[in-house]
């Protein structure tokens, strides 16, 4: 849609007054030299060891709060923005702040209702034989009459940094949710059909203009 992904996320970020300090992490030349077309320079890459395919989203964040640290700055909260999740809404993103400097919260996550419930999802075996993950009475429940349910949608992570460094992870016991309103705050670009409904979204709503 005629800017680089990354420059999504970045462009958003820089809209938010309560944002302090914006660091990239990557391991990536070429994500590198495009952040400096659009202004903004890495300082350091990523360790090579927190750079590969099952390194661990919790322990990247937390080596840039060292690094951080062992330059004489330190934080209260660190956001998590990531760019495979580049359609956000400003105003998630306030309450979200709002919630965790407010309330007794540890962290704030952003989560968009399912639209395919797990009461009504199966495991196949290899017989192709189906099993309900849950109890057989909620398949004769209409989908429109069960609980609504909600999924981790990518887009928000807040946190505070004690908490993160104590329980090693984003989800800690004291953590509420935003419920975003958007469908495209759901969007996760994890293949090209979500590359494709990204696109889609972004020209219904009109989020490039």
Same mark, same amino acid.
């Given at each position: 849609?005629?800017?680089?992904?990354?420059?999504?996320?970045?462009?958003? *970020?820089?809209?938010?007054?309560?944002?302090?300090?914006?660091?990239?992490?990557?391991?990536?030349?070429?994500?590198?030299?495009?952040?400096?077309?659009?202004?903004?320079?890495?300082?350091?890459?990523?360790?090579?060891?927190?750079?590969?395919?099952?390194?661990?989203?919790?322990?990247?964040? &937390?080596?840039?709060? $060292?690094?951080?640290? /062992?330059?004489? /700055?330190?934080?209260?909260?660190?956001?998590?923005?990531?760019?495979?999740?580049?359609?956000?809404?400003?105003?998630?993103? $306030?309450?979200?702040?709002?919630?965790?400097?407010?309330?007794?919260?540890?962290?704030?996550?952003?989560?968009?209702?399912?639209?395919?419930?797990?009461?009504?999802?199966?495991?196949?075996?290899?017989?192709?034989? &189906?099993?309900?993950?849950?109890?057989?009475?909620?398949?004769?429940?209409?989908?429109?009459?069960?609980?609504?349910?909600? &999924? *981790?949608?990518?887009?928000?992570?807040?946190?505070?940094?004690?908490?993160? /460094?104590?329980?090693?992870?984003?989800?800690?016991?004291?953590?509420?949710? *935003?419920?975003?309103?958007?469908?495209?705050?759901?969007?996760?670009?994890?293949?090209?059909?979500?590359?494709?409904?990204?696109?889609?979204?972004? /020209?219904?709503?009109?989020? $490039?203009?």
């Amino acid at each position: 849609m005629g800017k680089p992904l990354i420059a999504w996320t970045i462009d958003f *970020v820089k809209k938010l007054d309560s944002i302090d300090e914006i660091y990239i992490s990557t391991d990536s030349e070429e994500i590198i030299e495009c952040c400096k077309k659009i202004g903004f320079n890495i300082h350091e890459k990523r360790p090579g060891t927190l750079a590969t395919d099952t390194s661990n989203t919790v322990d990247v964040v &937390l080596d840039v709060v $060292n690094q951080f640290e /062992k330059n004489g /700055k330190t934080f209260d909260y660190i956001a998590l923005f990531q760019p495979t999740s580049p359609l956000r809404d400003i105003s998630s993103w $306030n309450q979200a702040i709002s919630v965790i400097t407010e309330t007794d919260c540890d962290a704030v996550v952003g989560v968009s209702e399912v639209e395919e419930h797990p009461y009504h999802m199966f495991n196949i075996d290899g017989n192709l034989s &189906l099993t309900p993950w849950f109890s057989d009475e909620f398949l004769k429940t209409r989908s429109q009459d069960l609980p609504k349910c909600y &999924l *981790v949608n990518g887009s928000l992570y807040l946190v505070k940094v004690s908490e993160l /460094k104590r329980q090693n992870t984003f989800f800690p016991k004291q953590a509420k949710a *935003v419920i975003c309103r958007f469908p495209y705050e759901a969007v996760d670009i994890d293949t090209q059909y979500d590359w494709v409904v990204a696109e889609a979204l972004v /020209k219904h709503f009109g989020l $490039n203009s």
